[in-house]
């Protein structure tokens, strides 16, 4: 009996997928056809022979640390602005201040960083400031939001003992909560900031038609 199950599911996913070819309408012949495989061969023949000449490496050095400078920095930005969103979105400060924070992170983290960028460029013109500035926004989304659903997954025992030795609630949260919760905060943050240089770096590729 499991091995009919197995196979109808089998048949089922075959169906499936020569349906969506069929659907779509790929034309596969396209992708070897008309030079396809000698032009992704060339494009890949190209790696072997890179361009070495001085103005090349130094375009080459100045696009490389300006990345790293967009994507550190709107990181950066984003940490601090989603942390700072996500203390009321974790319910630190009443339910009103948690459906507005919220509110503010899913509108930010839903316009996707283009969209952002171009709104920034209407105020800070072209160049990297503006591409900085669209990878914080949509970034602080992201992380307030990761950020907020570990301050509320946090074991509030160690801000609780602090409190009752008389401690504020800023010294509970700095040493009581943050200490647990920092190790994840920090790997959301790094995450965001290599998927940050994948998107700057692919937007290069594509101005520059590589």
């Not at 992708?31 to 070495?52: C, I, S, T």
């Not at 990878?135 to 939001?145: K, M, S, Y």
């Not at 008389?166 to 949260?173: D, E, M, P, R, T």
């Amino acid at each position: 009996m499991n091995r009919v199950i197995n196979l109808l599911l089998l048949g089922a996913i075959v169906a499936a997928v020569a349906a969506s070819f069929a659907y779509l309408q790929l034309d596969l012949q396209a992708l070897v056809g008309n030079g396809g495989l000698g032009q992704m061969g060339e494009y890949a023949g190209r790696f072997l022979h890179p361009d070495w000449s001085a103005g090349h490496l130094k375009a080459v050095w100045h696009g490389a640390l300006e990345t790293l400078a967009m994507s550190g920095l709107g990181t950066l930005l984003a940490m601090i602005l989603g942390l700072l969103l996500a203390l009321p979105a974790a319910g630190r400060f009443g339910w009103p201040l948690q459906g507005a924070a919220r509110l503010l992170l899913n509108a930010l983290r839903a316009i996707p960083e283009l969209v952002w960028a171009a709104l920034t460029v209407l105020a800070a013109g072209l160049g990297p400031n503006a591409g900085t500035l669209a990878l914080a926004l949509h970034t602080a989304g992201v992380l307030g939001r990761l950020f907020a659903e570990a301050l509320e997954n946090a074991p509030p025992e160690p801000a609780a003992a602090i409190r009752l030795q008389g401690g504020s609630q800023v010294a509970a949260f700095c040493f009581g909560t943050l200490p647990n919760v920092w190790p994840q905060l920090l790997a959301y943050s790094l995450y965001r900031w290599e998927n940050n240089l994948s998107f700057i770096h692919l937007g290069r590729c594509r101005r520059y038609g590589v």
